[in-house]
């Protein structure tokens, strides 16, 4: 075909025209981009995923989150510290999109950091409300921000009381026994801890979003327990750990809530110790009450030495059994060893009720109370197994009237490494640096050969 002025005009402007649509196929794809965005988390750990409670957290808050970040814009490696928080924070402004983010640079801007009460080098300021948390940004995971964000939804209105000065398991303690650790997890959630000793005070603070009372060990005095019964007969919220030993003084507490404690120890076969008895009783989801404490929770519990907990019919109070154990074990009356067996004369076979929850109205408000039989599964030894910290957690935000924050725990999302020999490293240089590139000079060299041998 004779190439004219008139075919090469023609093709001038066909070759103009798809060039000018390209451009603007390439500029709508850009703007589609820029406008809606769509991401695939394609992680084996799912990292770059929210996990379901997260979010949730994230729709409790129903105002504007500000975010400022005082950090470095970058760090003695040469990194950018900037563009690594946008990033981080990028899906959490996916999920809230009226969380606002500003960057600002405390060597430059060190009167705005000191005024901010910046006191490391990398902080995140975060505020909701009025009320303001910090966090540094070397801390930044999701469960660390997912538990600022539980603070900040919280507020500073929520104080949980421990009852204390009759050797009961303490809620800053560091011993085996004490609960301190579950205190630390209560207090990162926004609670406001303390002891309360009735010897003491004159009564439970009114204030007092919730008292906990965690197996005291001497008998508590009458005017004592007087207190206690004013507490709960007030509307007062309580969480009572009750091991196989004596009330020490608390009967009438147990006659209020119409409690029906069984002597003895829970003995489940679902789980042998190595050694001694098996007095470690296992709950299961098939197994958890239908009950907003257990709603969606799908973990198992563990219960050290644990009582039957059961309550009696009561036109007053609502009950509501929370965990049952040892499908296949019994309350054991008699002598605890490796070798128990039940006998049918006096033992009482499972499945056996270690937790009740309590509820009643009382003026125009909810009274609530959750008695657990085993005081050592909130225990330092005890609480990190299982969702022994879960179901502590959406205990405590029943009673204190936080139910849209009882959820598991976010998970944290495990990075995974990639090992590779220093052979296979060279011949993946080798593809990408010379391998491909010379592939793509020499097929494009052949075809330019060809063509030009067809002119």
């Known amino acids: 075909m004779e190439l004219t002025r008139k075919l090469r005009l023609r093709l001038l402007v066909q070759h103009g025209l798809s060039l000018v649509l390209l451009v603007v196929l390439v500029m709508l794809l850009a703007y589609l981009a820029h406008e809606y965005r769509k991401e695939w988390d394609v992680t084996r750990a799912g990292r770059n995923t929210l996990s379901a409670s997260t979010l949730e957290v994230l729709g409790q808050l129903d105002g ?25 924070l990028r899906v959490y402004q996916r999920a809230k999109p009226d969380i606002a983010l500003t960057l600002v640079d405390p060597r430059e801007q060190p009167k705005q950091a000191e005024a901010a009460g910046v006191r490391t080098p990398n902080e995140l300021v975060v505020e909701y409300r009025k009320r303001t948390e910090h966090l540094a940004v070397e801390e930044f995971n999701e469960q660390t921000f997912a538990n600022l964000l539980m603070r900040l939804a919280r507020g500073t209105d929520s104080m949980v009381l421990w009852l204390d000065g009759h050797g009961e398991r303490k809620l800053n303690g560091a011993a085996n026994h004490d609960l301190g650790d579950f205190g630390r997890q209560l207090q990162h959630k926004g609670l406001r801890l303390n002891s309360l000793n009735l010897a003491v005070a004159q009564e439970v603070p009114a204030n007092a979003a919730a008292l906990i009372i965690a197996s005291p060990q001497v008998e508590l005095l009458p005017a004592e327990v007087e207190k206690v019964q004013r507490h709960i007969e007030g509307g007062g919220n309580l969480l009572w750990l009750i091991d196989p030993e004596p009330l020490r003084g608390l ?19 679902a789980l042998q110790p190595r050694s001694g008895p098996p007095v470690f009783a296992v709950g299961a989801a098939a197994n958890y009450g239908r009950h907003a404490i257990t709603n969606g929770f799908r973990l198992n519990t563990l219960f050290p030495h644990a009582r039957q907990i059961g309550a009696a019919e009561n036109d007053e109070w609502h009950a509501t059994p929370l965990v049952d154990v040892a499908q296949r074990g019994w309350v054991e009356a008699g002598k605890l060893d490796r070798n128990v067996t039940f006998d049918k004369a006096r033992d009482i076979p499972g499945p056996v009720p270690v937790a009740q929850a309590f509820e009643r109205s009382v003026g125009d408000r909810q009274q609530r109370v959750v008695v657990v039989g085993s005081g050592q599964f909130l225990s330092n030894a005890f609480i990190g197994n299982g969702g022994n910290l879960d179901f502590g957690i959406n205990i405590i935000n029943w009673l204190t009237g936080a139910d849209h924050m009882i959820a598991i725990e976010p998970r944290a999302a495990a990075d995974s490494s990639i090992e590779i020999d220093q052979v296979t490293l060279y011949l993946i240089a080798f593809t990408f640096l010379m391998g491909l590139p010379l592939a793509f000079v020499i097929t494009g060299t052949a075809v330019w050969w060809r063509r030009r041998k067809a002119v």
């Open 64 to 88: 504007p989150l500000t975010i400022t970040a005082y950090a470095v814009t970058q760090d003695a490696t040469g990194a950018n510290v900037h563009k690594r928080i946008e990033e981080r």
């Open 251 to 269: 009967q009438p507490i147990a006659e209020i809530l119409g409690l029906v404690l069984t002597p003895g120890t829970v003995v489940d076969l």
